[in-house]
Nanobody, 115 residues
Framework: QVRLVESGGGLVQAGGSLRLSCAASGSIFIPSTMGWYRQGPGKQRELVAR???????NYADSVKGRFTISRDNAKNTVYLQMNSLKPEDTAVYYC?????????WGQGTQVTVSS
């Protein structure tokens, strides 16, 4: 069974930075896509960024230029470097990994940005 373990969330002031990590385990295969989604208070879950196994990336318009996604295929780990954080980035951030047979989610990590 695939398991995703996230780390790196926390409380930061506006303008600060955080780095999220998500490690996938339980499969000999690497995910075709790994990414981060977030769900703010009273909002639907939305895509933040994702990266393919070849390194192609997609970002939500709201985070372009501030967030950077990367992955280490040897470690089955995806990272999200978040800079210039804003209060509207406050949310629970979820890691997502897509395999040929299914997609999996992490348990979520809270990111809170104070003004």
């Amino acid at each position: 069974q695939v398991r995703l373990v996230e780390s790196g969330g926390g409380l930061v002031q506006a303008g600060g930075s955080l780095r999220l990590s998500c490690a996938a385990s339980g499969s000999i295969f690497i995910p075709s896509t790994m990414g981060w989604y977030r769900q703010g208070p009273g909002k639907q879950r939305e895509l933040v960024a994702r990266v393919s196994s070849e390194g192609s990336t997609n970002y939500a318009d709201s985070v372009k230029g501030r967030f950077t996604i990367s992955r280490d295929n040897a470690k089955n780990t995806v990272y999200l470097q978040m800079n210039s954080l804003k209060p509207e980035d406050t949310a629970v951030y979820y890691c997502n990994a897509v395999y040929s047979w299914n997609a999996y989610w992490g348990q979520g990590t809270q990111v809170t940005v104070s003004s």
